[in-house]
């Protein structure tokens, strides 16, 4: 059994910032590619930002200049700071993992239960 718990979400004005973690938890053999995604009302969920094992990362030109994502891979831990937020980030952000547990021999996606940003202009 694997789990993805965020947190760090809530209601902040434009121009702050906020910081959401994700920690996974369970069975776990190895994680490869950690991320964040959002989905707003009425909106198809999309790539906020995205971090290999080696720490590579990629992110949403929407966001670039703004968010950082970063991972502790002792914790199995991804975060993502939020900065300048802008009421279009308004969104229920979801924590994603490629992972592979100790009972599997393959890589599959996991996601979390998501955490709401509302951003106020």
């Known amino acids: 059994q694997v789990q993805l718990v965020e947190s760090g979400g809530g209601l902040v004005q434009a121009g702050g910032s906020l910081r959401l973690s994700c920690a996974a938890s369970?069975?776990?053999?190895?994680?490869?590619?950690m991320g964040w995604y959002r989905q707003a009302p009425g909106k198809q969920r999309e790539l906020v930002a995205t971090?290999?094992?080696?720490?590579?990362?990629n992110y949403a030109d929407s966001v670039k200049g703004r968010f950082a994502i970063s991972r502790d891979n002792a914790k199995n831990t991804v975060y993502l700071q939020m900065n300048s937020l802008k009421p279009e980030d308004t969104a229920v952000y979801y924590c994603?993992?490629?992972?592979?547990?100790?009972?599997?021999?393959?890589?599959?996606?996991?996601w979390g239960q998501g955490t709401l940003v509302t951003v106020s202009s």
């Open positions: 994603n993992a490629n992972l592979r547990t100790i009972a599997t021999y393959n890589y599959r996606e996991f």
């Open positions: 369970g069975s776990i053999f190895s994680i490869n590619a």
């Open positions: 971090i290999t094992s080696g720490f590579s990362t």
